[in-house]
């Protein structure tokens, strides 16, 4: 039997759907029973309403010891999708709770019930730092605990850090680190906050760099390394490296709105997150653009897929022409 982690966040539900489709028996984990509906409406979407009810819901919380041992009866194999993506500074101890201790407990039960093997869904955020003779990074590029990162991104570290503590002490599995992930269903995460601003009229534009990749090629790599003899790996997920700007433009023309026209220069993003950052502790509000938020928009980081196209001799999806797909459906 497959558990799935994070049954109803973007990564998740999609893998939910291939692995129904491909006959698994599938146990998935949630915290908040309403989310399950996102999940529902997403089989629906793709007009796989049937299959729904093949799944085994499990409430379970991965900071939760007592839940995760009654998830983990049972299960042969893990996908490990549920985390926390904040940039808020004041996330900071839910973040390590949820990705890093709560990583542990997943790579923990994986070890104390004889898991075959677990797939870790991390991110291009916990990839390392380019030194200054270097240009592309890499599975194999350092990480530099010199330099800033954000929060988010030490969280992902860590967790990857419990993946090979686990690996050391015997549990085979695989890590994938994907970049900002496109699809449909979710429109309070990832992409869909983009799609959501944008449909409102968003006039400024980045024109950082960074990796993008459509999430059917993330399921299906998942799958694929679960189910080969590949263990023990690290893989960067990118089907393309994109400036914002031109993610920016495909989202407008799939939705028949205005491009946004005003370039957003790194000194006015550098006075906006300052500004940002005032006006949150004067009215005790959240964030809408912190520093680590500002700079990764106007930078720019080129993140190399060789590895994965060689061992999987696998093609990525157009992520600008997917972006026109989902937009019209």
């Known amino acids: 039997m497959v558990l799935l982690t994070g049954g109803t966040g973007l990564v998740g539900a999609h893998l939910l759907i291939r692995l129904i489709e491909n006959g698994e028996k599938v146990r998935a984990t949630y915290r908040n029973r ?45 996908y490990h999708c549920a985390g926390l993506i904040s940039f808020q500074p004041s ?31 991390s991110s291009v955020a916990a990839l390392g730092d380019l030194a200054e003779h270097e240009t592309v990074v890499t599975e ?15 969280s992902k570290y860590g967790a990857e850090m419990e993946i090979w503590r686990g690996q050391q002490e015997g549990l085979q599995s695989v890590i994938i680190n994907p970049g900002i992930i496109l699809g449909p269903g979710f429109d309070d995460q990832g992409s869909g906050l983009l799609y959501k601003r944008v449909a409102k009229g968003l006039s400024f534009y980045t024109t950082g760099v960074t990796a993008f990749i459509a999430v059917p090629d993330v399921v299906e790599i998942a799958i694929k390394l679960i189910n080969s003899s590949i263990v023990n790996e690290r893989y960067t997920l990118v089907a393309e490296n994109s400036s914002y700007q031109q993610i920016l433009n495909s989202m407008s023309d799939a939705l028949n709105v205005k491009r946004p026209s005003i370039h957003a220069k790194g000194w006015l993003l550098e006075i906006a997150w300052r500004l940002d950052k005032f006006a949150s502790f004067l009215f005790r509000s ?28 696998i093609s990525f999806i157009d992520v600008h022409q997917y972006i026109k797909k989902i937009a019209k459906v």
């Open 34 to 78: 309403n989310a399950i509906e996102k999940t529902k409406a997403l089989f629906a979407y793709y007009q796989k309403e049937t299959l729904f009810d093949a799944i085994e819901w499990k409430e379970a919380d991965v900071t939760n010891i007592t839940q995760l041992e009654e998830a983990f009866i049972g299960i042969e194999y893990v």
């Open 91 to 121: 996330d900071e101890g839910r973040l390590r709770k949820t990705n890093i201790e709560g990583t542990a407990n997943v790579v923990n039960f994986c070890l104390a019930n004889n898991v075959i093997k677990l797939c870790y869904i």
């Open 286 to 313: 959240k964030r809408n653009l912190t520093k680590y938020m500002a700079r990764s928009s106007y930078n720019s980081r080129i993140f190399s897929n060789e590895k994965i196209k060689a061992d999987l001799k």
């Open 140 to 154: 194999s590029t350092e990480w530099n605990p010199e330099k800033p990162h954000s929060d988010y991104a030490i």
